[in-house]
Protein backbone atom coordinates (compact mmCIF):
# COMPACT_ATOMS: atom_id res chain seq x y z
CA UNK A 1 0.00 0.00 0.00
CA UNK A 2 1.08 3.59 -0.97
CA UNK A 3 1.68 5.94 2.02
CA UNK A 4 3.02 9.42 2.04
CA UNK A 5 4.35 11.47 4.45
CA UNK A 6 4.38 15.28 5.18
CA UNK A 7 6.84 16.08 8.31
CA UNK A 8 6.45 19.86 8.50
CA UNK A 9 2.82 20.08 10.23
CA UNK A 10 3.21 23.88 11.09
CA UNK A 11 5.40 26.23 9.48
CA UNK A 12 5.83 29.69 10.25
CA UNK A 13 7.69 32.08 7.86
CA UNK A 14 7.54 35.44 7.48
CA UNK A 15 7.36 37.33 3.64
CA UNK A 16 10.32 37.33 1.33
CA UNK A 17 12.11 33.84 3.44
CA UNK A 18 12.77 30.86 1.27
CA UNK A 19 10.08 27.89 1.79
CA UNK A 20 11.03 24.09 1.53
CA UNK A 21 7.98 21.43 2.29
CA UNK A 22 8.91 18.15 2.90
CA UNK A 23 7.16 14.96 1.02
CA UNK A 24 8.57 11.31 1.25
CA UNK A 25 6.73 8.45 -0.63
CA UNK A 26 6.65 5.01 0.15
CA UNK A 27 5.58 3.13 -3.13
CA UNK A 28 8.13 1.19 -4.88
CA UNK A 29 6.78 1.13 -8.55
CA UNK A 30 6.10 3.91 -10.86
CA UNK A 31 4.11 6.50 -9.26
CA UNK A 32 2.60 10.23 -10.41
CA UNK A 33 3.28 12.76 -7.44
CA UNK A 34 1.00 16.07 -6.88
CA UNK A 35 1.06 18.88 -4.53
CA UNK A 36 -2.57 20.15 -3.72
CA UNK A 37 -2.86 23.53 -2.29
CA UNK A 38 -5.88 24.58 -0.12
CA UNK A 39 -6.88 28.42 0.91
CA UNK A 40 -8.60 28.87 3.93
CA UNK A 41 -12.31 28.07 2.89
CA UNK A 42 -11.45 26.65 -0.80
CA UNK A 43 -11.17 23.77 -2.12
CA UNK A 44 -8.25 22.12 -3.37
CA UNK A 45 -6.12 23.25 -6.28
CA UNK A 46 -3.14 21.46 -8.23
CA UNK A 47 0.05 23.23 -7.37
CA UNK A 48 1.94 21.16 -9.92
CA UNK A 49 2.75 17.80 -11.19
CA UNK A 50 4.95 14.89 -11.81
CA UNK A 51 4.50 12.17 -14.07
CA UNK A 52 7.93 11.52 -15.51
CA UNK A 53 10.77 13.45 -17.29
CA UNK A 54 12.58 16.16 -15.61
CA UNK A 55 12.92 15.62 -12.06
CA UNK A 56 12.25 19.36 -11.47
CA UNK A 57 8.93 20.38 -11.89
CA UNK A 58 7.51 24.15 -12.25
CA UNK A 59 3.55 24.78 -10.69
CA UNK A 60 1.60 27.96 -10.41
CA UNK A 61 2.52 30.73 -8.52
CA UNK A 62 6.47 30.36 -8.47
CA UNK A 63 6.24 26.95 -6.46
CA UNK A 64 8.48 24.30 -7.95
CA UNK A 65 9.24 20.74 -6.77
CA UNK A 66 11.94 18.27 -6.89
CA UNK A 67 11.44 14.66 -7.66
CA UNK A 68 14.06 12.43 -5.70
CA UNK A 69 13.98 8.81 -6.75
CA UNK A 70 16.62 7.35 -4.82
CA UNK A 71 15.06 9.36 -1.60
CA UNK A 72 11.61 8.88 -2.27
CA UNK A 73 11.11 12.65 -1.93
CA UNK A 74 8.91 15.06 -4.03
CA UNK A 75 10.02 18.55 -1.59
CA UNK A 76 7.95 22.01 -2.94
CA UNK A 77 10.17 24.46 -2.81
CA UNK A 78 9.23 28.42 -3.43
CA UNK A 79 12.42 31.38 -3.21
CA UNK A 80 10.44 34.07 -1.73
CA UNK A 81 7.22 33.38 0.01
CA UNK A 82 4.39 36.25 0.25
CA UNK A 83 1.43 36.67 2.44
CA UNK A 84 -0.95 34.76 0.13
CA UNK A 85 0.92 31.58 0.07
CA UNK A 86 -0.83 31.39 3.83
CA UNK A 87 -2.50 27.96 2.76
CA UNK A 88 -2.40 24.34 3.24
CA UNK A 89 -0.14 22.00 1.19
CA UNK A 90 -0.94 18.69 0.62
CA UNK A 91 1.73 16.01 -1.27
CA UNK A 92 -0.20 13.22 -2.73
CA UNK A 93 0.81 9.95 -4.69
CA UNK A 94 -0.90 7.47 -7.18
CA UNK A 95 0.42 4.63 -9.08
CA UNK A 96 0.99 4.68 -12.80
CA UNK A 97 1.00 0.52 -12.04
CA UNK A 98 -2.34 -0.30 -11.41
CA UNK A 99 -5.84 0.17 -12.64
CA UNK A 100 -6.71 2.75 -9.16
CA UNK A 101 -6.57 6.28 -10.12
CA UNK A 102 -7.05 7.33 -6.45
CA UNK A 103 -4.67 9.63 -4.22
CA UNK A 104 -2.74 8.72 -1.31
CA UNK A 105 -2.72 12.26 1.00
CA UNK A 106 -0.36 13.33 3.25
CA UNK A 107 -1.58 14.36 6.31
CA UNK A 108 -0.55 18.49 4.83
CA UNK A 109 0.91 21.20 6.42
CA UNK A 110 -0.13 24.42 7.15
CA UNK A 111 2.09 27.41 5.90
CA UNK A 112 1.45 30.59 8.09
CA UNK A 113 3.21 33.90 6.42
CA UNK A 114 3.70 36.77 8.13
CA UNK A 115 3.55 40.46 6.87
CA UNK B 1 -18.13 25.38 -16.97
CA UNK B 2 -18.83 24.46 -13.70
CA UNK B 3 -16.03 21.97 -12.76
CA UNK B 4 -17.28 19.53 -9.94
CA UNK B 5 -19.99 20.78 -7.90
CA UNK B 6 -21.25 19.43 -4.58
CA UNK B 7 -24.57 20.10 -2.52
CA UNK B 8 -25.67 20.81 0.44
CA UNK B 9 -21.73 22.54 1.06
CA UNK B 10 -23.27 22.92 4.91
CA UNK B 11 -25.27 20.20 7.16
CA UNK B 12 -26.05 19.56 10.67
CA UNK B 13 -27.20 16.42 11.26
CA UNK B 14 -28.69 14.66 14.28
CA UNK B 15 -27.08 10.83 15.46
CA UNK B 16 -29.19 8.36 13.25
CA UNK B 17 -30.07 10.25 10.55
CA UNK B 18 -29.32 9.86 6.99
CA UNK B 19 -28.23 11.97 4.17
CA UNK B 20 -27.21 11.83 0.44
CA UNK B 21 -24.21 14.01 -0.56
CA UNK B 22 -24.18 14.92 -4.08
CA UNK B 23 -21.73 15.45 -6.55
CA UNK B 24 -21.62 16.66 -10.36
CA UNK B 25 -19.03 16.62 -12.92
CA UNK B 26 -19.18 18.20 -16.54
CA UNK B 27 -15.53 17.59 -18.12
CA UNK B 28 -16.58 13.96 -19.70
CA UNK B 29 -14.52 12.14 -16.29
CA UNK B 30 -14.30 8.52 -16.38
CA UNK B 31 -13.58 8.36 -12.68
CA UNK B 32 -15.49 10.13 -9.70
CA UNK B 33 -13.70 10.25 -5.99
CA UNK B 34 -15.01 10.76 -2.47
CA UNK B 35 -12.69 11.63 0.29
CA UNK B 36 -13.30 13.20 3.82
CA UNK B 37 -10.69 15.88 5.29
CA UNK B 38 -9.92 15.27 9.16
CA UNK B 39 -7.83 17.81 11.16
CA UNK B 40 -4.08 16.35 10.91
CA UNK B 41 -4.71 13.98 8.85
CA UNK B 42 -4.93 15.02 5.23
CA UNK B 43 -7.64 13.48 2.72
CA UNK B 44 -8.76 9.46 2.91
CA UNK B 45 -10.39 7.91 0.08
CA UNK B 46 -14.25 6.67 1.33
CA UNK B 47 -15.25 5.39 -2.02
CA UNK B 48 -14.30 5.81 -6.03
CA UNK B 49 -15.59 4.80 -9.38
CA UNK B 50 -13.57 4.36 -11.72
CA UNK B 51 -15.73 4.57 -14.92
CA UNK B 52 -19.49 4.59 -14.94
CA UNK B 53 -21.03 1.22 -13.11
CA UNK B 54 -17.95 0.67 -10.72
CA UNK B 55 -17.55 1.43 -7.45
CA UNK B 56 -14.90 -0.07 -5.26
CA UNK B 57 -14.14 0.74 -1.41
CA UNK B 58 -11.61 3.16 -0.21
CA UNK B 59 -9.17 3.36 2.64
CA UNK B 60 -12.32 4.15 5.27
CA UNK B 61 -15.62 2.83 3.75
CA UNK B 62 -17.37 2.17 6.84
CA UNK B 63 -20.47 4.00 7.28
CA UNK B 64 -20.75 5.03 3.95
CA UNK B 65 -22.46 3.72 0.35
CA UNK B 66 -22.20 4.87 -3.13
CA UNK B 67 -23.75 5.36 -6.46
CA UNK B 68 -22.44 5.98 -9.90
CA UNK B 69 -26.08 7.28 -11.18
CA UNK B 70 -24.72 8.08 -14.33
CA UNK B 71 -21.34 9.34 -15.85
CA UNK B 72 -21.61 12.47 -14.46
CA UNK B 73 -23.29 11.93 -11.18
CA UNK B 74 -21.94 10.20 -8.32
CA UNK B 75 -23.76 10.05 -4.77
CA UNK B 76 -22.04 9.76 -1.09
CA UNK B 77 -24.91 8.43 1.67
CA UNK B 78 -24.59 7.97 4.96
CA UNK B 79 -27.49 5.77 6.13
CA UNK B 80 -26.98 5.82 9.84
CA UNK B 81 -24.80 9.01 10.71
CA UNK B 82 -22.77 9.12 13.69
CA UNK B 83 -20.76 11.79 15.47
CA UNK B 84 -17.23 10.31 14.07
CA UNK B 85 -18.69 11.14 10.46
CA UNK B 86 -18.21 14.87 11.15
CA UNK B 87 -16.25 15.85 8.56
CA UNK B 88 -15.85 18.08 5.20
CA UNK B 89 -16.49 15.78 2.41
CA UNK B 90 -14.78 16.31 -1.40
CA UNK B 91 -15.61 14.77 -3.89
CA UNK B 92 -13.26 14.80 -6.99
CA UNK B 93 -12.96 13.57 -10.95
CA UNK B 94 -10.46 12.89 -13.00
CA UNK B 95 -9.50 11.34 -16.24
CA UNK B 96 -8.71 7.76 -16.15
CA UNK B 97 -7.39 7.46 -19.73
CA UNK B 98 -3.79 6.64 -20.18
CA UNK B 99 -1.47 7.13 -17.06
CA UNK B 100 -2.38 10.24 -15.37
CA UNK B 101 -4.77 11.29 -13.16
CA UNK B 102 -4.81 14.60 -12.29
CA UNK B 103 -8.00 15.17 -10.28
CA UNK B 104 -10.03 17.90 -10.09
CA UNK B 105 -12.06 18.62 -6.39
CA UNK B 106 -15.47 19.81 -5.81
CA UNK B 107 -15.49 22.75 -2.96
CA UNK B 108 -16.07 20.39 -0.15
CA UNK B 109 -19.75 19.47 1.99
CA UNK B 110 -18.92 20.38 5.86
CA UNK B 111 -21.06 17.90 7.69
CA UNK B 112 -21.42 17.90 11.41
CA UNK B 113 -22.99 15.04 12.98
CA UNK B 114 -24.28 16.10 16.82
Known amino acids: AQSVSQHNHHVILSEAASLELGCNYSYGGTVNLFWYVQYPGQHLQLLLK??????LVKGIKGFEAEFIKSKFSFNLRKPSVQWSDTAEYFC?????????????FGSGTRLQVQP | NAGVTQTPKFQVLKTGQSMTLQCAQDMNHNSMYWYRQDPGMGLRLIYYSASEGTTDKGEVPNGYNVSRLNKREFSLRLESAAPSQTSVYFC?????????????FGPGTRLTVL
Open chain 1, 50 to 55: YFSGDP
Open chain 2, 92 to 104: ASSDSSGSYNEQF
Open chain 1, 92 to 104: ASSSQDTGRRALT
